[in-house]
C-alpha cells in the first residue's frame, strides 16, 4: 500500500496533477489536492496547464512547462530571441494512430516553428516537469520526509490507443525518473467513469435527476470523453455500488478541439492567404501566439450566446504583411467584402467582427464526425438499453457539441459533470488507489506470435521455406494466443502457450508479438498485422538437439499487456524487456 497516489493528466491541449493520501481516499475517495494553474496574464486559475514545453537552444536543457512557457516564449519573441528555442505545443497527437507507425527511440517530435528533437525526450521532459513541481508541492504539505516509494504514480493515456503508444509512454516516464514499478497506466475515460460512479446527484448538470452514481447494476452507458486531440468512446455497464465492466471495445478518433483550432487557422488563412498568414507565424510570433490564445478564449464561450458579434483583436502586423505582400492594391477590409465572408466578417481598424454563425462553423466538421460516430455506434446490438452518455474532457464543457448530442439523441441522459475537465484527473487517483474497480475490459486486437511450422508443399509458399535442424519448415506464421472483441478480466486472464527449439545448440529463442484486427490472420506480414515488440530468453548452456521447451505467457485484462517468457529446463524467466520496445 502507497501513502499516496499521484496522478498525471497529460493532455493534448492542457495537462494537470493531482494527488491523494491513502488515507483521506478511504474517508472519501473523491478528496484529492488538485493543482490549480495561474496563467500570469489576467486573473485566469484553471485546473489544467497548457501542454506547452519550451527547451533551451541546446535541445536538451528543460526551460519552462505550461502557462510559464507559453509567456516566457512570447516574452522571447517580443525581444526576437525565440528562433533558436524550441517550442512544443499540442505533441502528445504523435501517438495517436501510431499503429502502423514504429515508435522507436529516434522518433522525432517537430516544434511549432519546424525543428526536431526526439519524442521521448520531449514527452519525459514535460513529465518530469509535473512530478517535480508535485513533489516540491507534497514535501510542504508534509514535515517528514517523503519517500519515493511512499508515492504510486498514475499516467493517463486515451484508451483508443495502441499498445505501442503505452508502452512509449511508459518509457517516457522512466526516463523523467518514475520507476516502472510504481507506475500505473490508467485509460482516460475509464478513469472519468469511475470518479462519475462516486459523485451525488447534486454535482452533475444534468437533464433531469440521472445520475451515473445511482445506476442501478446492469444499466449500461456510453462515455464520451472529448478533449483536445482526441474523442475517446467506451461503453461500461455497473457491476456493483463502485465497479465496472467494459462492454465494448474503446474506438473514436482525432476530433477534438485542436481540430477547431485548426479551421479557425484555415479561416485566417481564407482572409489573407496561406504566404502571408506563414510569414505571420515565423516573423511575427508574439502577435500569432496573442491571436491563438485569444481564441482559445473564444472557443470556450462559444454557443453560449446568439446575439451580437463575437469581437476578436486583429493584429496590425498581419494587416501590414498581406497589404505590402506584392505591393497589393486592395486593402484586407476590401479583400473580406469581396470575399465569402462580406456579410459575416467585418474589420474596424484592428477589430475583427465575427458573426456567431461563422464561429459556429468552425466547430462543425469536429461535430459532425463526432455525433455520426456515435450513431454508428449505436447501431451495434450491445448498445440496446444504453440509459445515458456521460460526457467528460475539456471540449465536453462545449455548449456546442453538448447541444448537438443532445439532439441527435433525445431519448438518451446526457449527464455532464461540473469538473469535466478534471474528471479524469480525479478518477485516476481512485484507480491508483484501487486498480479492482475495472472487472472487465474488451480486447480491441487479435493477439499472436511470430512462428515457423512443419513446411507442407502445395499449402505454404515457397518463399516462406525454411531449412533448419528440424528440417524444412514455413516461416512468419500468425499464432493466434486470442481473438479481439473478447472480455478480459484484470488480473486473471493469461494465455499460455508452449514453443520449442528447432535448430541444434540454439542459443536463444525470440518472438515477435503481433496484434491484428482481423480474427484469424495466417501471416505475420499480412496487411493489417504490425508487430509491437520483441521478447526474447537466452539459454545459458544450449542444447545438443532441437527441442527445448519454453513456455510463454501473456497476461491480458490490465491497461497494458505483460508477456513472460521461462526456460521450462532452468526456470529462468524473462518479462516485456526493453527490447519490447523500440
Known amino acids: 500500500m502507497h501513502m499516496i497516489v499521484a496522478a498525471i493528466d497529460f493532455g493534448t491541449t492542457y495537462s494537470g496533477w493531482a494527488f491523494s493520501f491513502r488515507a483521506e481516499y478511504e474517508r472519501d475517495p473523491r478528496k484529492a489536492e488538485v493543482k490549480h494553474w495561474h496563467s500570469g496574464i489576467g486573473t485566469l486559475v484553471t485546473v489544467k496547464t497548457p501542454t506547452c514545453l519550451l527547451v533551451k537552444p541546446d535541445g536538451i536543457t528543460f526551460q519552462a512547462f505550461g502557462y510559464d512557457a507559453e509567456n516566457q516564449y512570447l516574452e522571447l519573441a517580443d525581444k526576437d530571441e525565440h528562433k533558436n528555442y524550441y517550442y512544443f505545443r499540442r505533441f502528445k497527437m504523435l501517438l495517436f494512430g501510431a499503429l502502423g507507425k514504429h515508435l522507436t527511440k529516434e522518433t522525432t ?4 516553428m519546424g525543428k526536431e528533437l526526439f519524442a521521448v ?21 508534509l514535515t517528514g520526509i517523503i519517500m519515493e516509494t511512499d508515492i504510486h504514480w498514475v499516467l493517463t493515456v486515451p484508451a483508443i490507443w495502441s499498445d505501442l503508444a503505452k508502452q512509449f ?7 523523467a ?18 470518479y462519475c460512479r462516486h459523485i451525488p446527484v447534486d454535482t452533475t448538470v444534468t437533464d433531469g435527476n440521472l445520475t451515473i452514481s445511482e445506476l442501478p447494476t446492469g444499466s449500461k452507458y456510453m462515455v464520451l470523453d472529448a478533449g483536445g486531440g482526441t474523442i475517446d468512446i467506451t461503453v461500461h455497464e455497473v457491476q456493483s455500488q463502485y465497479t465496472l465492466r467494459e462492454v465494448r471495445a474503446a474506438n473514436g478518433g482525432d476530433w477534438g478541439g485542436t481540430m477547431v483550432d485548426k479551421a479557425f487557422e484555415n479561416f485566417i488563412i481564407d482572409l489573407v492567404g496561406e504566404t502571408v498568414f506563414d510569414t505571420f507565424k515565423h516573423s511575427e510570433t508574439i502577435d500569432w501566439l496573442h491571436l491563438a490564445r485569444e481564441f482559445e478564449l473564444k472557443k470556450q464561450a462559444a454557443g453560449t450566446q446568439s446575439e451580437g458579434n463575437v469581437i476578436m483583436h486583429f ?7 498581406f497589404e505590402t505582400e506584392k505591393e497589393r492594391k486592395i486593402t484586407i477590409k476590401d479583400a473580406i467584402v469581396v470575399s465569402k465572408y462580406d456579410k459575416t466578417v467585418e474589420l474596424k481598424r484592428d477589430k475583427l467582427k465575427i458573426s456567431h454563425s461563422t464561429i459556429e462553423n468552425l466547430f462543425e466538421h469536429s461535430i459532425q ?16 438499453c444504453i440509459k445515458a452518455i456521460l460526457m467528460v474532457g475539456g471540449y465536453s464543457e462545449s455548449p456546442l457539441l453538448q447541444r448537438a448530442i443532445k439532439s441527435a439523441f433525445p431519448g438518451i441522459h446526457e449527464v455532464i459533470p461540473q469538473e469535466a475537465s478534471s474528471a479524469v484527473l480525479r478518477g485516476a487517483l481512485i484507480f491508483g488507489h484501487n486498480p479492482m474497480t475495472i472487472t472487465e475490459r474488451v480486447l480491441k486486437y487479435t493477439y499472436g506470435v511470430d512462428i515457423s511450422l512443419p513446411f507442407v508443399d502445395r499449402i505454404y509458399p515457397e518463399s516462406k521455406r525454411v531449412k533448419t535442424d528440424e528440417g524444412d519448415r514455413c516461416k512468419d506464421i500468425f499464432h493466434k494466443l486470442i481473438k479481439n472483441e473478447s472480455s478480459v478480466t484484470p488480473g486473471e486472464t493469461q494465455v499460455k502457450r508452449c514453443y520449442y527449439t528447432v535448430h ?24 493489417g498485422c504490425t508487430k509491437i515488440g520483441t521478447i526474447q530468453i537466452k539459454f545459458e548452456e544450449p542444447d545438443d538437439l532441437p527441442g527445448r521447451k519454453v513456455n510463454l505467457t501473456m497476461l491480458l485484462g490490465g491497461t497494458e499487456i505483460i508477456v513472460e517468457l ?9 518479462i516485456n524487456t526493453a527490447e519490447f520496445w523500440g
Open 109 to 112: 517530435v517537430m516544434d511549432e
Open 121 to 141: 525526450d520531449v514527452f519525459a521532459m514535460s513529465i518530469k516537469f509535473m512530478v517535480d513541481d508535485m513533489m516540491a508541492v507534497v514535501n510542504q504539505r
Open 169 to 175: 509512454m511508459r518509457q517516457a516516464a522512466i526516463k
Open 177 to 194: 525518473g518514475i520507476a516502472t514499478e510504481r507506475l500505473t497506466i490508467v485509460l482516460e475515460p475509464e478513469a472519468a467513469s469511475l
Open 315 to 321: 493584429p496590425v502586423s498581419l494587416i501590414d504583411l
Open 369 to 384: 464526425q463526432i455525433v455520426e460516430h456515435v450513431q454508428k455506434l449505436m447501431t451495434d446490438e450491445r448498445m440496446a
Open 504 to 527: 541444434k545448440k540454439q542459443a536463444r529463442i525470440s518472438f515477435d508479438i503481433v496484434i491484428s484486427k482481423e480474427k484469424t490472420p495466417t501471416y505475420v506480414d499480412e496487411k
Open 566 to 574: 521461462e526456460d521450462e529446463k532452468t526456470g529462468n524467466k524473462v
